[in-house]
């Protein structure tokens, strides 16, 4: 019911429990890595694929539907 930070509690005792060590990894950010994608982006190289689009006042509804279907690419909110 709390969705993946129940996987990460989980992982954490079961690393303290256990001889195995488990990590999450975490991004840095790079600005030579988001220059990089933005380009991308621009030259039509790479698309982003958006599967819905809510108003700001559904923006709980945006997040229930990210909850519970299945969302084949980014969820946005815009505020028009």
Known sequence: TIGPLGLL???QVYDRT????IRTPQAKPDTNLLQHLAGLVETGQLTPTIDRHFPLGAAADAIRYMETEH??????????
């Open 71 to 80: 969302t084949r690419g980014k969820v946005v909110v815009t505020t028009t």
């Open 18 to 21: 256990t001889n195995l060590r």
């Open 9 to 11: 509690v989980r992982a």
